[in-house]
């Protein structure tokens, strides 16, 4: 039998492998997720997510020189308040954790892209990530703290603002909200498709925004629907998104792939603290090559259509990549 087509010919050795190889993972990828809090010499490790802190602003100075000489272009900044309140008023506060983390990050690395979170849920004492009125989350009310938290973070230095909290028409305050106060330059990447996912239960953990009654499916998305996803998507680029979020990442690649093809817009897959501490956890037990399982995850979400990748993973990522030759 004569063969005309032989696909493993281009599997021979590493060298072609790598010549026909489809997608690439690189340093310039990654966006690495960080948590800072008040305090001093402070460095927590988070029990839920081996290798990840809370950090002091102080330690996170010394936490972000790493970063910096890995070559990972861009941090997401969490913030875990000294206290909370019903409204959040610490997303919000001119010298909020964060609003302080923006300016120590940027004071000691200009050149650091500093996204940041914008939402409720770590600043108010029932975890929701909107104001409460009769027992109810209500939308309207929660846009106008979510614009003045996305401009303080602005006025610290913030090179964009990430709204996360699922708020109907959020992406339209934050941008009002911006360019009247003459911040118009400052992109919104949008938590577009963010899922009512099981996924989220370690960084719950990690910035103690568990919420306090009920849970967060009457605005985070059903886990069954993709059209939606395109919805939801569709209007935030409609109220001024620059780049978009699909979250979690894992389980989502259909949603990963559907966006980037109807959208073009850039594209993050979010791989959340649930998916890391699967990986994490089988790899201390042994039953898997830690290196090598979180390699094929990232570069599927590349497959997909992701343009960049938030991952708990990024600084092994990074490591590995520049061990390899890839920077």
Known sequence: MELKRRPRRLRANEAIRS??????????????????????????????????????????????????????PAVLLFGIPESKDSV???????????????????????????ITDVCLCEYTDHGHCGLIENGQIVNDPTLDLLAQTALSHARAGADMVAPSDMMDGRVAAIREGLDKEGFSQIPIMAYSAKVAS?????FRDAAGSTPQFGDRRTYQMDPANGNEAMLETALD?????????????????????RSKEKFGVPVVAYNVSGEYAMVKAASANGWIDEKRIVMEALVSMKRAGADLLITY???????????????
Not at 89 to 101: K, P, R
Not at 198 to 202: A, E, I, L, M, R
Not at 237 to 257: F, H, Q, S, T
């Open 237 to 257: 680029i409609e109220e001024g998104a620059d780049v978009i979020i699909v979250k979690p990442a894992l389980a989502y690649g259909d949603i990963i792939y």
């Open 19 to 72: 010549m026909v190889r489809e997608n690439h993972l690189r340093v310039e990828d990654l966006i690495y997720p960080m948590f800072v809090m008040p305090g001093e010499k402070k460095k927590i490790e988070i029990s839920s997510m081996p290798g990840v802190y809370n950090f002091s602003l102080d330690e996170f100075v010394i936490a972000l020189q790493e970063v910096v000489t890995l070559g990972i």
């Open 313 to 327: 993973h990024a600084l092994d990522a990074a490591r590995w990549l520049r061990a390899e030759g890839h920077v």
């Open 198 to 202: 099981g996924f989220y239960g370690p």
């Open 88 to 114: 959040g008023t610490g997303a919000y506060d001119e010298h909020g954790i964060v609003q302080e983390a923006v300016r120590v990050a940027k004071k000691h690395f200009p050149e650091l892209y500093v």
